[in-house]
């Protein structure tokens, strides 16, 4: 490709936030219409990433990049292979129905402009997190979803459970945002390298490293925590408090699967060892169960989705988990099925709420006349979800299925679980599709119509599109799944798909039982709900539970930690500040080095020598002053003796300005002091006495220690070579002790500057404090006659 593709590509990410911008003026103006222009964004970064699904197709890979923060190596790169083009595919192309979707949701809504706004900036995180190659940029936009998805779920934040469940996705996604930079510091400390395209070029450079163990742990934090696996599972459903359009994005091609995309990109470095093939399918089968579980007991139409999405993340983690190359290629075609049918189906479940005024399955029936493009929408996306043919979910289930067949070890576990799994979705798929469209019709709290094209465009692209793939199967292996298939293993592969099989096999048998055990279980849904919602309320605990209750911790700890900290005692505060300086100053000598060697004792002539010694004087009278007043004034004893030896080593700005400094301040304490009713001797206990004793030693010594060995340095003399060749050429001034002070740190003085005089001003406003003289309260005088007085005084 061209340079100037290459450039366009980085416009191309970078796109959705210039619309952000644009949104609410756009909305503003061209009011409902405003989808429209606004949808031509994510239309063009598709066509644009449409362009490389040939050069990608044939094993090419491209980097196009800006410097950004080129003295630390972070540059706005990225990285196009078949696994970005095809997520970039999926965020730009559903993204445009989802924006076009919004336009009709949102129709009229006073915040509308805000929403298509959040809406861009969720995508270009989304965008800039597949193609990232720089690792620091590539966390930048990981947190960046965070971020915009704590605004989208709490769009309306007038409620409660809105600003709830946004509050609990940044929390647990942004704990593990950290989880992954930590990750990312390991592996460019491990390696060297900050540019996921380098680290490719050399996969097996973590796994030799000692540190791939923490490295793996932390990944798996970042991805497990994105993506809802068990135990972090509980705040994608809650989620669904989001507006629906968040929420088809959101589930389909963009956040949730993030830390899938985490996985697979990280798969041919971190992946096909003892470890990654344990705990990956473990976590993955778990969560794969308990969210088709959880999906049976609800009613909510969002919900039953938001769990089936819980159970397809888990599927997609256990199949990655595996590293058997058959398996890789069944989770790649489900990632691309489940996009097209799970946001086909959201936008299913929000047209009915839009038009019906209710999501409860239980409350709806017979809209198929009412709502006839969104029931045959409904249909095709719920036969691909429930793995029929032809469909590209029936393609995919196949092919896993076959993965996890064959793989060898565990693979009557895993293709049992995934066989469970599968029937359960299913059941679901069935729910949404024939429940609310079937039956005699119900009576439903706004009159059922078919909703305006903005509505049903989506759902009915999406599900026609994932029969379009399995109907030009050939072409969708050979230019979407092989490029993809070949960036989870490293090597360059063949994908040969085919929607009709060509002979009986262990794969079509697996299908033919999740069909029939599907069809069996949906029909005793009822029961099966029953029967789940028992066991929950037996079992009553639960992580959605559990994350209140650790919110509720910490906020304790919080709260007992501040009124151990701030209770209001200056005396607290001075220990607490000066015994962690001590400690800053101590503790890393000694666990670094062990004890500390003495630095050796200066050569100090006898009248220098002298200085100190009245000095240490000073610093005696100080400790047996008998009062607080005598304690200042010998205090000023040490300042005067710093000043002293400035002048003695030849700085006598300096030496001047601490006798002023040093005279103001022990004027200024006295003159407070005298203001005070001061006790003549302190009447702490002596055990009060000696940890202040020793944190003020250990201050002091560290200190003394650290200055001393830092003296006995060879001297840098660089930063004094600046200031001697410029001062006069830059600032304009031959002292170079005044032009450093005004010139080269001319905001630093300011901002002290400023200091003293605040400080100054709180020392005249406690000087002229005068106490009022006690007003006595005569009960027979009249209000008047009281108020006079109060005046008086």
Known sequence: MTTAV?????????????????????????????????ALVPAWIFYHFAGYIGPVSHGETFT??????????????????????????LISGIGTFIILYAGGYLNGHPQQGRFFSFL??????????????????LFIFWELTSITSFLLIGFDHLRAASRRAALQALVVTGGGGLSLLAAFILIIGATGEIEMSALLSSPDVIKNSGLYLPIFILVLGGAFTKSAQFPFHFWLPNAMEAPTPV?????????????????????????????WTTVLPIFGGVTLLVGTILAVRQTDLKLMLAYTTVASLGLLVMLVGTSWEKALEGAVLYLLAHSLFKGALFMVA???????????????????????????????????????????????????????WEMGAGSLLVTGTAVLGNSLMLVIAAAVAIKPFFGPAVETPKHA??????????????????????????????????????????????VDLHLIPGYISAPLILSVITVALGVVLYLQLARLRALVASVLAAIGWGPDKGFDQFVAGIVSLSAAVTRLVQGGKMQTYMMLTFGVTAAAVLVPAFLTDGLPSMPAMPDYAFYEWGILGI??????????????????????????????????????????????????????LALVMTRLNLSPRDHRPAGAVLVTGAISAGVGAGIALTLMAITQQPFDSRLSEFFTAYSRTIAHGRNIVNVIIVDFRGFDTLGEIAVVVLAGLCVLALIRVRTKPEVKVDEDASAEALAKRVEAS
């Open 350 to 404: 929000g047209i009915i709420d839009h038009e019906t005024g209710t999501r409860d399955v239980t409350k709806l029936g017979g809209l198929r006349g009412a709502m006839p493009i969104t029931f045959a929408a409904a249909c095709l996306a719920a036969l691909s979800m429930s793995g029929l043919p032809p469909f590209i979910g029936f393609i995919a289930k196949e092919v896993l299925y076959e993965g996890t």
């Open 120 to 137: 861009f900036l969720f995508m270009g995180a989304m965008l800039g997190l597949v193609t990232g190659n720089n690792l620091i940029t």
């Open 449 to 494: 119509h078919e909703g305006p094209v903005l509505l049903f465009a989506g759902p009915l692209v999406l599900s026609l599109t994932g029969f379009a793939a399995a109907f030009f199967a050939h072409q969708t292996g050979e230019l979407f799944i092989a490029p993809m298939l070949s960036s989870l293993t490293g090597q360059s592969g063949h």
């Open 247 to 275: 929420s088809a994005f959101l589930h389909s091609a963009t956040m949730v699967k993030a830390g899938v995309y985490l996985l697979m990109r990280m798969h041919p470095l971190l992946g096909d060892t003892e470890l």
């Open 64 to 89: 196009p990049a800006v410097e950004w923060a080129p003295s630390y190596g972070i540059n706005l790169s990225f990285y196009i292979d078949g696994l970005s083009t095809l997520f970039a595919l």
């Open 615 to 668: 000095a240490f004087l000073g610093l005696v009278a100080v400790l047996v002053a008998k009062t607080r007043l005598t304690a200042i004034v010998s205090l000023g004893i040490q300042g005067f003796a710093v000043a002293v030896i400035f002048m003695l080593f030849g700085a006598p700005d300096l030496s001047f300005t601490q006798f002023m400094v040093e005279t103001l301040s022990v004027v200024i």
């Open 6 to 38: 290459i450039d366009t590509t980085i416009l191309a990410v970078l796109a959705p936030f210039a619309a952000a911008v644009v949104a609410p003026f756009a909305t503003r103006i061209f009011k409902q219409n405003a989808a429209w222009l606004l």
